[in-house]
Structure formats: C-alpha cells, structure tokens
C-alpha cells in the first residue's frame, strides 16, 4: 500500500526530563512524549509537574515541537476527581494531545473538551482495523498500533480502514525496549510483586532468568536463561517501509534513558527520514548500540522469527561487542576487536552468567599485539615546550590487542579464554552526543519560506511562513529606489534573509517577485529580518486555544448520576466557557460514519449519562433472580476433565477456555448433555490481529450459550450474541465501564484485576454493583505475548509453520528465581500465556464485596484435578452460605491442598 501523501511521518521522542527533552528538540524531533507526576506509564522517571507545563510548552512551540502527555495508566475510581483537575491543567496550558489507556478517560477528555487531542495508547491493545475503528469513535485522533504488529498486518489495517472509508493517523514504535507481553495486558508485575505495569509501575520480570521444565525435567538450554527477555527494536532499516505504509508518525521508547540516549537515537531516525534510507551504516548502529542495547532486532516488522527475537543470553545492557577473550595475562586481556576500541572506554566480560556480578572495567591502555607497546606517560618535547599526552588511536578491527587495565579495577583471574567483551561506555562518543544539544544557542532549526514583494516608489515587504502555517510580514520603512548597479538580486536577498543564526530557524526557499531592478540598503534588509523571526517566535509560543468547558465535571459521567440534558445528536448540552468566563462556540463533532456496533438509545460519542436506580434489582444473565445478598459462582474451567468435575456439582454458568477452539464443539455437548444443563460461555483468545476471524468462526459454530468478550474485534464479531466482558477490556472506574455496559449491551463486566478489594468497594458502589462480576480465585495470567516459548526453545523453527507444535506435545514450565513454577500456554494464534504458577484468592474480601452489591463471583481453574475443583467449588459455596469463614477458606486451601493460595492483587 503506498503513502498517501509525500509528507514524512512525524519523528516522536521520549523526555522523562528537561535534559532529555532539550536533546529531543536539539536533533530533530518533531514532538516529543513525557509524563507528570502522576497517571503515567513511566513512573520510575523523573517526569514533570504540571507547574512545568507552561515553560515547557513554550520551549516546545517555540522551537517548532509539539508535545504530548502520558496519561497512559488505568484511572480508579478515586481518582477520577484528581484526573480530571489533571486534565483541565493539561487542556489549559496548550498540550498538544494526551496518550490515554483508560477508556473512561477518553470520554472523560471528549466531555471536557470537544476539540483537545486523544491519541490511543498502545496500552490499549489496539491490533486490528476494528479496533482503531473502537479507538475513532472514542473520539481518538491517532491511534499507537501494538508493536507486534508486523509491515504485512500494518498494510492490511491499512487497506481495511481504507473499506471503512475511515482515515486515522497511525503510529508505531520504531526503536526501543521491546515489552513481551502485549502491553495493556501484562499483569505479572501486578501478580508477584503489587506493581501494575497498568499504573506504571512494572519490575521488569521479563528482564529477570528462568529455567525451563518440560513434563517435570528441567531442560538444560546452556547459557540461554533469559526465556522472555526480547532484543531491543531497531526498525531503521524498514523505515521506507513505514513510510510507504502510510504511518504518521514514528516513536522511539525510552522515558527511562539518559538524554545521550535520546539525542543519538532521534539523530540517527532524524537522518534516515530525511534520507528516506534504507541502508543503515556503521555509524548508526554504533550509536544506537552504544545508546543502549540487548541487542537490536526489527521485532515483529519483518513477522515472527522466535529464534531471533529472543537470544536469552542476557537481559540487561551491553552496547557494542567486541569479540571473545584470546588469552590473559596480569592486568591485561587479548581480543581481535570487531568495532573500535580505545584507552578510556568501558567494557564489561560475560561469561554465560550474567545474573552473577560481572566483571568489568576501563580501559587503561590499548596495544597491538605486534608492536611494541604504546607510551602512556606524557612525552617530553623540546625544552621549554608544554608536555602533552598521546592522542588516543583507536585500534583497527580484527587486528589482536592487548587491552591493559588499572591493576584496582579488574580482576583478571575471573577472566577465561573464550568470554565475549562488551563495550560499555565510550567517553568519546557520549561527549559528542552531548555536544549536540549543549548550550543556549539552537543546534537544530526548522525552516521557513520567504517571499519578498515590491517595486519603485514603494515599500518592500518580506512575507515569512513557518512549516505550521504561522505567518510574519514586515515592511521597509523606505521605499525602493531604482539600482543602477547591484540591484536586489535573488541570491543577495538569500544571503541576507538567510542569516539566521542563533535563531530556531534557516531559510528554506525564497521566492523573489520584486518587479525591475531596485535597491535598498542592507542595514533596511537586515532590520526586517530581524522583525520577522520575533514575529514568528512570539506566535509560535501561544498556548494552543483549546475549547475547554468550566460547568461540567466527571460526576455527570458516572452511571448512578442524573442524565445531561442532550442535544439532538445526543451530545451534552452545555454553555462552554474560555479562559475568561466569556461564552464561547463549542461545536460537537459529528459521527461520519455509520456506527458499526449496536449502541444504547441516546448513547451517542460517549457523552450520554446511564440512567440508573440504585436499589434496582437486575436479573441474572440466564434470568433466574439472585435473592439480596446471595452470589452466582462461576467456574472457569480449561480441559474437559474439569467440565467434567463442575458438571458433578450445582454450579449453573461455566466458562470454558481451551487452546484449541474446534474442540469447544465438545464442550458444548458435554453441557448440554448434563441432567441439570448449566449455561456455557466459551472464551475466544485474547488477541485478534489481521485475518483472525477464522478463529473467531471456530469458536462461534460451537453455539455455547454466550460469549467472554477480551478484544475490540470481539465486540464487533459476536454484537449479536449474549456477551460478557472479560478482564482484558482493562475495566476500572465506573465510566470506563458504563461505555462498555451501554454501547455494547454487555450482560456483565470483569473488574480488571489490578483493582484491590478497596478498589473494588468503590467501582462496585460508583456503577450498579449486578453489572460486574469479580475474580476472586484464579492463577493469574501474568504475561501474555507474541513470543513462543515452546518454537524458541523445543524447536529449531521460525514459527507454526515448521515448529513442530511442541505445544502439544509436552507440559511447559518457567520457573523462575524464587523456585515457583509458573505453567506456560499456548492458545490459537500461538500466542504464549504465563500463568502464576501459585493460585491467589480474595476470599478474605468477598464478605465487603457481597455487602458492597456483588452478585456475581467467578472461580478460575488452571491445571487442577477433577478432585482439587470440587474441592475448590465447595469450599467457596460453603464460604457464600456462611458456613465458613473467608479466613478459615484461606487457611485450609493454604494448609491442605496443592493448590499453594495466596492473596495476590486482592490484599490491600
């Protein structure tokens, strides 16, 4: 599919600081992306305040750079005051746009403020044309696409926006740490440690060494303990393959680095954009490998290749490799270096146990291994001249050298034949990175046009335009005289409006419409230079006027309020007010488009309130009525021989989740064949990207009695049938799920599982308490990804094309650094679950759940036995009917099973 239109995707660039962001802006970014001090998916960064915001802005416009706020995490219900104070500070102070996860917050943005920019964050999970259809209707108006998303899906998204007749600007990571797991659906650091990667806290457990057992044997795998540590993404050299994509912008991970991380990188994809190159040359991968690397890869652009993806040798940074270790002596290591190396860099040894402390240190002195060795002390020059110290050489590649070490600071018996060396650190290099954004004066300027107009007898006017549209004009204060020699002449009016030093700007064309040969003097030409750049630089720096409403909150989002009164289109009446009181023009924008998924009456852009009485008893979704204080229990069941075992008691709604969706089929039967023929729900997986319905078609011709809804596709796909919506839709304040509720006439909702039990208490307690249902027993699936364990490890192949489905033919587990075996799956589309490999409950809270409204609880088995789920189903039954204690519950599981329960994201 080819670029619509010549115009370069926008260069995106990561700040966690001011240093960070001046390096942006110093080597090119057309805007960059940065956090406050809340609400962002980069918590460990310094990140800004909003007190920041209206100097940075300014920074920002005027040097041509937008900028754009995080506000990229789940938002709970608590918080949902504190959001809103944040968004009205952001809207204010001329933010470009938000990147936002939360579904909520959307509508929340849409009902402050008709006009500010959404961009969908890849939180969000978006993998497919349906799911930027999801993210437009959100009133989103640029969507982040999953950075599994490959140049053939991206073309195919592309092509099916096109048949939707729908345009949405898309961008991709391009450069960067690579997350396993899709994000938006990694709920491991949430499970072992109580840090959401959904509230931008995550430990980096993929970055961390496992031991792989298959059917109960750990698999010897040599050095390679890394299982889902990914390389880093470079997709330099697929850069003219995004263009002609069509991709409106490519952004670069990394809030976390260092500012030399930063400006290298943005250097490097500034350059191959304005190139539109392909090649990528030794210059730049030096720089991006010495910027951080665990080492590069195109990800998922080229497709899967789960042999290359991940090397899982180490997890953590290396830089630039310079080969093995020859010999060693005292002080000294031989090496036949594969890139430059010189006395002052820094390198580290790895010895196949990088989860070991590892050697490493600066190099003293660097030697050829055939020349005598070079002087390190300052050599005398004649008398009476200054001492100098020998220029550093670095040493040719391939060519063996000794490298000579500070006798303190490496200790070279820990040092084998055999070890690869890393270089680190390069003190040369980081000090010219640096150089590119040091200082006051502008390193990197955007350019202008200019067109100069006048004839005899007249005034001469200079018209400049800057690459956003501002406009300045200036006009001598002296007419043109006729030139009897040296007249004003194309090339000399470019030398002199070209002067632009010291500003953000440089002439990019000049178009002389002088009329005859006429003259003025040069101090007149200098001095209207001058007026336009302060006329451009003072418009540049306006905050951006973005319409914001001063008389409505988030109260009249929530389901339990009284409805907005609403317009004819179903959008919010409401008197939006400037920045001064004064009333001002608010139109809504209108849906173009035919609405693709059935939507609630009135219920139209998000801005419709739900109507809603409280003490109003709902039914249960197969309609028998659950008496006040009583709770449905759900099982979750993952093979037949658990059906089997549910089917042996009372339980009267099973969900099933299989690997293999052709065998719901007999589930089905199996149900249907029961004396007392509970309901069935079956579960689709949980991603669905590009010519995947066939999946989905799988799963429907079962005909089970509804559906578990994960993915935007899945709304789409099943609108027509019974549908509950699972954990993965991400649901954790009241707005985000009356959306769903409303728009999508869900029977139920899953609260998402970074909720806590007080967290819970407030979502059940904001929204009507019988449209949830809550996971109170479960192995949490912590990491959900691309990458296939079972190809990268049981096989030689690339993918399930010549993998040999290992899958299915062996029991799979990670274990990781505390001995916990957590159970490894593989579902439909080959993507790999991580389950936590200790079950978790939230028995202890389900007493203020049920007093909070709670109707509905769901019990998830995994790999237990028949025996260990009825055991399991009977115990949380005895729980409900109050012949035990949420805490005897607890203590029994704990002592007297296998099933190892803890309390997980339910303790607070």
């Given at each position: 599919?080819?670029?619509p239109s ?7 660039a990561p ?10 802006v ?6 960059i992306?940065?956090?406050?001090d809340?609400?962002n998916a ?5 990140n ?5 915001l209206?100097e ?11 900028g754009y ?10 918080e949902l ?11 204010a ?7 936002v ?9 849409r009902h402050l403020?008709p006009d500010?920019?959404?961009h969908?964050?890849t939180?969000m ?5 349906v799911g930027?259809?999801?993210?437009c209707?959100?009133g989103?108006e640029l ?5 599994e ?8 998204i592309?092509?099916q ?7 949405l600007p898309?961008?991709?990571f391009v ?5 396993v797991a899709?994000?938006?659906?990694c ?8 840090r959401s990667?959904n ?5 980096q ?11 109960g044997?750990?698999l010897?795998l040599?050095?390679r303990?890394?299982?889902?540590s990914?390389k880093?993404?470079a997709?330099l ?19 976390l680095?260092?500012?030399e991380?930063?400006a290298?990188?943005t250097?490097?994809y500034r350059r191959?954009?304005?190139?539109v190159?392909a090649?990528?040359s030794d210059r730049?991968r030096y720089?991006?490998e ?17 042999q290359?993806l991940?090397?899982?040798r180490f997890?953590?940074?290396r ?6 270790v020859?010999?060693v002596?005292?002080n000294q290591?031989?090496?036949a270096?594969?890139?430059?190396v010189?006395a002052?860099?820094?390198v580290?040894f ?5 989860e070991?402390?590892?050697m ?6 660097v030697?050829?291994v055939?020349?005598?060795p070079m ?13 100098r ?15 000579t070490?500070n ?12 070890d690869k ?20 004066q502008?390193?990197h300027t955007?350019?202008?046009?200019v067109v ?7 005034s001469?006017?200079?018209?400049a335009?800057?690459e ?10 002296m007419?043109?005289v006729?030139a ?7 090339e ?5 409006f070209?002067?632009l030093?010291?500003?953000p700007?440089?002439?990019?064309k ?8 006429v003259?003025v003097p040069?101090s007149e ?5 001058r007026?336009l750049?302060?006329?451009l630089?003072?418009?540049r720096?306006?905050?951006?006027g ?5 008389q409505v ?14 317009g ?10 400037g920045?001064?009181g004064?009333?001002?023009e608010a ?7 035919p609405?693709?998924v ?5 219920d139209l ?5 739900i ?6 008893e709902?039914p249960s ?5 659950l ?6 229990l ?6 037949l021989?658990q059906?089997?075992a549910?089917?042996?008691t ?10 293999d969706p052709?065998?719901?089929?007999e ?6 064949a029961?004396?007392?023929q509970?309901e069935i729900?079956v579960?689709?997986?949980r991603?669905t990207k ?5 999946i989905?078609d799988q ?13 935007y596709d ?26 769903f509720?409303t ?13 806590n039990?007080?967290?819970?208490e ?10 949830f ?15 296939c364990?079972?190809c ?5 192949g690339?993918?399930?094309?010549d993998?040999g489905?290992?899958c ?8 990781d650094?505390v001995?916990?075996?957590h ?6 589309g ?10 978790q409950t939230?028995?202890e ?6 007093k ?5 609880v769901?019990l998830?088995f ?8 009825q ?12 012949e035990m ?7 029994d ?7 190892g329960v803890?309390?997980g994201?339910?303790?607070?």
């Amino acid at each position: 599919m080819s670029h619509p239109s010549s115009a370069l995707p926008q260069l995106l660039a990561p700040a966690g600081n001011w240093d960070c962001a001046k390096a942006a802006v110093e080597n090119g970014a057309d805007a960059i992306y940065f956090g406050l001090d809340r609400f962002n998916a980069r918590m460990r960064a310094d990140n800004f305040t909003t007190a920041d915001l209206p100097e940075l802005m300014a920074f920002l416009h005027g040097r041509g750079v937008k900028g754009y706020v995080t506000l990229n995490t789940l938002i709970f219900t608590a918080e949902l005051p504190a959001a809103e104070d944040y968004l009205r500070q952001i809207i204010a102070a001329g933010v470009d746009a938000a990147i936002v996860q939360d579904v909520g917050i959307c509508r929340l943005i849409r009902h402050l403020s008709p006009d500010f920019p959404i961009h969908a964050s890849t939180q969000m999970t978006v993998t497919s044309a349906v799911g930027v259809e999801f993210a437009c209707d959100l009133g989103c108006e640029l969507v982040v696409l999953a950075r599994e998303t490959s140049l053939v899906e991206l073309n195919k998204i592309q092509s099916q926006l096109c048949d939707l007749n729908l345009t949405l600007p898309l961008e991709m990571f391009v450069h960067g740490a690579l997350c396993v797991a899709y994000s938006g659906q990694c709920l491991t650091s949430e499970a072992l440690g109580g840090r959401s990667a959904n509230r931008g806290e995550c430990a980096q457990a993929c970055r961390m060494p496992y031991d792989l057992i298959v059917d109960g044997q750990k698999l010897d795998l040599g050095d390679r303990k890394y299982l889902l540590s990914p390389k880093d993404l470079a997709g330099l050299e697929v850069v003219p393959d995004l263009i002609a994509a069509g991709v409106s912008c490519l952004k670069i991970e990394g809030r976390l680095k260092t500012p030399e991380y930063v400006a290298s990188v943005t250097q490097v994809y500034r350059r191959a954009l304005d190139q539109v190159a392909a090649q990528v040359s030794d210059r730049d991968r030096y720089s991006l490998e010495m910027a951080f690397s665990r080492g590069l890869y195109t990800g998922w652009f080229k497709g899967i290749d789960n042999q290359k993806l991940v090397h899982a040798r180490f997890g953590k940074k290396r830089g630039v490799y310079l080969g093995e270790v020859l010999s060693v002596g005292k002080n000294q290591v031989t090496i036949a270096p594969q890139a430059p190396v010189q006395a002052g860099d820094g390198v580290v040894f790895d010895q196949g146990q990088p989860e070991l402390p590892e050697m490493g240190g600066r190099i003293y002195r660097v030697d050829p291994v055939t020349a005598q060795p070079m002087q390190t002390k300052p050599v005398k020059k004649a008398k009476g001249k200054p001492k100098r110290k020998p220029k550093k050489q670095p040493q040719a590649q391939n060519q063996a050298v000794k490298l000579t070490f500070n006798h303190q600071s490496l200790n070279t018996h820990r040092i084998h034949a055999g070890d690869k060396v890393w270089k680190t650190s390069d003190p040369d290099w980081q000090k010219q990175v640096r150089q590119s954004f040091a200082g006051e004066q502008p390193h990197h300027t955007r350019p202008i046009t200019v067109v100069i107009q006048g004839q005899v007898d007249e005034s001469l006017v200079a018209i400049a335009t800057d690459e956003q549209g501002h406009t300045a004009q200036a006009q001598s204060t002296m007419v043109l005289v006729a030139a009897h020699s040296k007249p004003l002449t194309t090339e000399r009016l470019e030398q002199q409006f070209g002067r632009l030093g010291n500003t953000p700007f440089h002439l990019g064309k000049l178009t002389n419409d002088l009329s005859g040969a006429v003259l003025v003097p040069v101090s007149e030409l200098n001095r209207m230079r001058r007026d336009l750049v302060a006329q451009l630089e003072t418009q540049r720096i306006q905050p951006r006027g973005w319409q914001l409403r001063l008389q409505v909150s988030h109260r009249e989002l929530l389901p339990l309020s009284p409805p907005a009164p609403l317009g004819k289109g179903g959008e919010v009446i409401d008197a939006p007010l400037g920045k001064e009181g004064e009333e001002i023009e608010a139109p809504v924008k209108k849906r173009e488009k035919p609405v693709k998924v059935p939507l609630s009456k009135g219920d139209l852009g998000g801005f419709r309130e739900i109507t809603h009485q409280p003490d109003a008893e709902e039914p249960s979704p197969s309609g028998r009525g659950l008496g006040k204080g009583s709770a449905q229990l759900i099982a979750l069941v993952r093979n037949l021989a658990q059906l089997q075992a549910v089917l042996q008691t009372n339980i009267t709604t099973i969900y099933c989740e299989l690997e293999d969706p052709p065998k719901y089929r007999e589930i089905v039967q199996a149900v249907r064949a029961a004396a007392h023929q509970p309901e069935i729900w079956v579960a689709p997986p949980r991603i669905t990207k590009p010519k995947e319905n066939y999946i989905l078609d799988q799963v429907k011709r079962c005909q089970p009695d509804g559906y578990l809804i994960r993915n935007y596709d899945h709304l789409r796909y099943f609108a027509d049938e019974r549908c509950i919506g699972d954990f993965s839709l991400n649901v954790a304040n009241p707005l985000t799920a009356a959306y769903f509720k409303t728009q999508f006439q869900l029977e139920r909702l899953t609260a998402s599982y970074d909720l806590n039990a007080m967290q819970l208490e407030d979502l059940l307690q904001a929204a009507p308490a019988p449209w949830f249902e809550v996971t109170i027993h479960q192995h949490m699936p912590m990491f959900h990804m691309e990458h296939c364990v079972f190809c990268a490890f049981l096989s030689e192949g690339k993918d399930f094309r010549d993998c040999g489905r290992p899958c299915e033919k062996h029991k799979v587990q990670v274990r990781d650094r505390v001995g916990t075996a957590h159970v490894l799956q593989a579902d439909a589309g080959c993507r790999n679950t991580v389950f936590n490999g200790i079950a978790q409950t939230g028995v202890e809270a389900l007493p203020r759940l049920l007093k909070a409204g709670l109707q509905t609880v769901r019990l998830e088995f995994l790999n237990e036995t028949p025996t260990q789920v009825q055991q399991t189903i009977a115990a949380y039954q005895q729980v409900l009917s109050g012949e035990m204690t949420g805490a005897q519950l607890w203590r029994d599981l704990k002592l007297h099973s296998q099933l190892g329960v803890t309390r997980g994201s339910l303790e607070h």
